[in-house]
């Protein structure tokens, strides 16, 4: 097993490889039967808000005629509709009746327009929780990042600036291509319709209830994404160059929160309970910046890994409780890091390893 640099006295993955810390998931447990509720007014305001202040500040991004208030409009934008953006992960654990409309909501008013709607990632996400699949070649959302060569990183980070351009050869000449190729549409849905880092996985094709959100969704996708291609025509390719612009940033802050998402050290080895919430990460307060780069919950997701039905609003208290009792030195202690730059930095000096 390769060494990479641990922080002393504190629990690590490999300590709970094959078996699990009972009292840390019983006490995750017991401590938060409380909570768990998915609250409406939470979820739609905290979407309706972010969509619309991203909106507002692309729109004052792509009017102004000032360099400095486009550019400020512009990053304003960007984090606001990644927070919009993000409701797409509550999307894959919430219960189909705990929040009516917000799944047709959220997909008109954020994952269509920026053509991410949630098919590309319901039916993905649940396989990167599975006790067994976890971390294996099975896993859609795993590679051992940590372990591989150390320009795997930057190239891992800087290709999400592609993801506009990449989505909309997708929806606008892809799926119009697969209605008249058969082996189009099938080659498109196992290689590009899953929000995956894995480049092994292949979707299985949609079946039932899921199949018909599939074809409003996409059909939806592309016609906007054919849309998007034309306005030119109509406007000019300032508002386009803008819109992808801020669209790129938004994909780059995504792909660096999934890269200190998880220590990404395991080599496909099934893992415990336990050692899947050790090799993943909570940025908890008193740091705000972690709220930005991981919003919706995300900053907490290694106790999203104990518990993935609970709803990001009810994870922080859920964190207070868990640190509070299990206290310093405790298993629970091991996923808790300071920040993005030590994390980065870790898992840099990791890919330096000779192996």
Partial sequence: MPTVERREGIATRAQFQTNDDKDMLRAARDLTKDLGEAKASIYWSDMLVSAGVGYLGMATSILSGNLAVSVVAGLIASLALYRALMFIHELTHIRK??????????????????????????????????????????????????????????????IALLAPFALIVRFAVLVPLGLVIPAVRNFVWQRFSALSINPEFRRKAPTGDFRKRVLWQESAASVWAIAILLSPLVLDWRPVLIAFAIFSLTAVLNQLRTLVAHLWENEGEPMTVTAQFLDSVNVPPPGRVAELWAPVGLRYHALHHLMPSMPYHDLPEAHRRLNAELGKGSTYEGANHAGMLPLVGRIARSTMIRR
């Avoid at 959220?106 to 006790?131: A, C, D, Q």
């Avoid at 896993?139 to 980070?157: G, I, Q, R």
Wanted: without cysteine; negative net charge; aromatic residues 12%.
């Fill in 97 to 158: 009746d705990a929040l009516p409309g917000f799944r047709l909501g959220w997909n008109m008013l954020v994952g269509v327009p920026m053509l991410t709607p949630s098919f590309m990632y319901e039916g993905v996400h649940v396989i990167h929780h599975k006790r067994t699949q976890y971390g294996t070649v099975e896993d859609p959302e795993y590679l051992p990042l940590a372990l591989m060569k150390p320009w795997s990183l930057p190239v891992f980070v800087l």
